[in-house]
């Protein structure tokens, strides 16, 4: 599929020196670090302007765009400018439908421009660094860094709740400037008994703490294969009593699928086991065990979160003429809520089927799995960030969720050298005399778990 790689670049100045070059990559190096850490460590920060935030995440991502369009390293992704503006104009198509023709519109003309803006960084990728180094293994670095960083904290939070339990422990969000808070309205502080879930210090939710341990665990198994970094990172995501993280990880251990598929899963659920047995009645986890019987009840987050959403589905799909194919318009799925005799959530896929309907559905999910089309990135790692996206919640107008996909993944240049492995560059033979010479960029390495073309 060639077209997957057609980039269109940008030339925004001359060719550079060395140095200059050098330096517009660390500068763009940096804009990326800002960007994994505003999905991390600064969830809780944005711009508040009263009656809207501003998420960090939103500003940091058009950051990193535009450093990466003044070092001369953006590229246009041709096959997702198609894509995007097939989403927008069944988007537009939806709400101006909806406005003539049903007898009730709840169209949102600011859900409308917010879906615009929010899906414009997928329209770009990088160009390969001039330098010749391994962008897409150091950004898998760097975000296992920060994630080793998250579960440090988030094990110190649950652990320092058997000696106090300051009310900033939990959620400092208090403690933050007002004009400085992000968007508000999320469960940051859930008990689980007499103690608290683990939200990692920084996360919104424990359950955001909690993919972003599992999707670590998997990175490191994956690529690395650090065994002191998988322990941490198990550790915390047990701490969190959320089946957020375990449902990712479960989705990482099926790929690839293969006869090795149950293998794997076999010895995750024997070390889960001695994990229940060993710490069970101290770390109370009979309490996340216990969850896997909320899927029946009603009232219930699992219900609500993966079954309610189905219910919404089937009561309202063909409830006009056009509501199959292009939906009840941008943003109306929130103002079902109050009409609803039951509690229901809004994951991506039912939040794409109601408001954009099939047509929507089908071009939102082909925007967003074009741009996680990386064979060198291990298929589990594509696979958990896709279906967190399409299943796990309400990602669709999630900066968070959205950019790191884009940023792990989406963002990288297409070609290049196997990650897991470092390239070596003029500036690494200087300082080692025994470095042998660059490989040959073009060539895709083919590390264990990942497909090649």
Same mark, same amino acid.
């Given at each position: 599929?060639?077209? +997957?790689?057609?980039?269109a ?16 990559g ?6 990326? *670090? ?21 998420? *960090? ?7 990193v ?10 590229s ?16 537009a ?16 003309f ?6 615009v ?16 180094r ?8 760097c ?10 904290a988030?094990i ?16 400092f ?23 608290f ?7 919104r939710?424990?359950s955001g703490?909690?993919f ?8 490191? *198994? ?19 009593y ?7 990880l479960?989705i ?25 047995? *060993? ?23 699992a ?16 409830s ?5 194919w ?9 103002r +079902? ?14 939040? +794409?089927?109601f408001?954009y ?5 089908v071009?939102?999910v ?22 967190s ?6 990602? +669709? ?11 792990l ?10 990650l897991?492995?470092?390239v ?5 033979a ?10 040959d ?7 264990s ?5």
């Amino acid at each position: 599929m060639h077209s +997957l790689s057609t980039t269109a670049p940008f030339d925004a100045q001359a060719p550079l020196d060395a140095a200059d070059t050098r330096h517009q990559g660390r500068a763009l190096r940096g804009a990326i *670090v800002f960007l994994l850490l505003s999905t991390t460590v600064l969830q809780r920060f944005g711009l508040n302007f009263g009656s809207y935030s501003a998420n *960090v995440t939103l500003l940091a991502m058009f950051g990193v765009l535009g450093v990466a369009l003044a070092s001369s390293r953006l590229s246009f992704a041709v096959e997702r400018v198609f894509l995007y503006v097939l989403c927008i104009a069944v988007a537009a198509a939806s709400m101006l439908t909806n406005l003539n023709f049903s007898q009730i519109d709840r169209s949102s003309f600011s859900s409308l421009l917010l879906l615009v803006v929010m899906f414009v960084p997928f329209l770009f990728v990088l160009k390969p660094d001039p330098t010749g180094r391994n962008d897409a293994d150091w950004v898998m670095r760097c975000f296992s860094n920060i994630a080793l960083f998250c579960a440090f904290a988030g094990i110190a939070q649950f652990f320092t709740q058997f000696v106090m339990k300051p009310p900033w422990l939990f959620d400092f969000t208090e403690s933050i400037p007002f004009i400085l808070r992000g968007p508000s309205g999320f469960n940051t502080v859930i008990p689980v008994g007499s103690l608290f879930k683990s939200n990692g210090f920084f996360f919104r939710e424990p359950s955001g703490f909690s993919f972003t341990m599992a999707f670590a665990l998997l990175v490191e *198994v994956a690529l690395y294969k650090r065994l002191p970094r998988i322990g941490a990172f198990a550790l915390a995501l047990l701490l969190t009593y959320s089946g957020t993280g375990i449902l990712a990880l479960f989705i990482g251990l099926l790929f690839p699928l293969g006869l090795r598929t149950v293998l794997r899963l076999g010895a995750v659920a024997l070390v889960g086991g001695l994990a229940v047995l *060993v710490l069970g009645d101290a770390l109370n986890l009979s309490f996340t065990l216990g969850r896997i019987g909320e899927f029946g009840s009603e009232r219930s987050s699992a219900y609500i979160r993966y079954i309610a959403p189905f219910r919404v589905i089937a009561d309202t799909m063909m409830s006009d003429a056009w509501s199959f194919w292009l939906g009840h318009g941008p943003g109306t799925i929130y103002r +079902l809520g109050p009409s609803s005799s039951y509690d229901f959530h809004d994951p991506t896929w039912a939040k +794409l089927l109601f408001e954009y309907g099939l047509l929507g559905f089908v071009a939102f999910v082909a925007l967003f799995a074009t741009a996680l089309y990386r064979p060198r990135v291990p298929q589990q790692l594509r696979a958990v960030l896709f279906f967190s996206w399409l299943l796990m919640g309400g990602h +669709l107008l999630t900066p968070e969720n959205n950019y790191m996909t884009l940023v792990l993944v989406g963002l990288m240049p297409l070609a290049g050298v196997a990650l897991g492995r470092r390239v070596v560059t003029e500036a690494s033979a200087d300082a080692d005399a025994a470095a042998s010479s660059p490989p040959d960029p073009t060539m895709v390495a083919k590390p264990s778990g990942t497909e090649t073309r």
